[in-house]
């Protein structure tokens, strides 16, 4: 995997850390950028002026999603919801600008299978049409990324397929594939045949080793051919390190420094 940069997900390492010394601490540890899911609460401007600080990129993250606490992971399958999700978009992308992010994910939501309708896709994909013509005029992408029933029961997106679907019905323009490789391997899909599937739609690339999601080398993964494949369909993004460490953040970042024999691939 040496030949990608990557990208510190800071809502999964140095947690033991407020958020602004997170990105310092992926700075000094080498990653090329950093990303969060929610950065809402600290204001864009004070936002830019810590990455500034660190001269890092920011790489993508979320629409407001609703209420963490409810296990709420989206809103833009709810038509009663609709317009909180226009205005998330709106937010969002405001947010966007202000910090120089080029992707900004539109989780689906939870929903049980059996609760689900043809109104439940269907506002979906109006939505996610409308969240990619607004963004399209900002010059950002919108992301989908699917996320496996073992780690996000009931999730709506739950496959690199039905996200592929969502894209197509929405109109395909401006939408992009958040391909998480730990959920690909959760949801007992083969990695390799799913890259090469979705080899036109894959924006952003999440990493993790399994079983367990922790550090690359903890688990059966194979990432130098991982990293082979996604070189051969022409991936030039980051790869976002959306891994749980097994300890310590910084303890565990010798897979890192074993590349090329330095701290990281800048």
Known sequence: MSDFPYSAHIGYLFTDKPLRERIAAAKRHGFSAVEYPAPYGVPAQEMAEWLRAEGLPYTQFGLYSGDAQRGEKG?????ERREEFRRSVEDGLDYAEA???GMVHAMAGVLPAANRKQEHWDCYVENLAYAAGEAGKRGITILIEA??????????????????AAIAAAGGTNLGLLLDIFHTANMGLDIFEE????AGLIAHVHIADYPGRHEPGSGSLDFDRIGGMLAEIGYRGRLGCEYVPAGDTEAGLAWLAALNGSPAHI
């Open 147 to 164: 996320m496996s029933a073992g780690a996000v029961p009931d999730y709506f997106i739950d496959t690199a397929n039905r996200a592929a």
């Open 75 to 79: 809103l833009a399958i709810f038509p």
């Open 195 to 198: 890259i090469r599937t979705h």
């Open 99 to 101: 910090i120089g992010v």
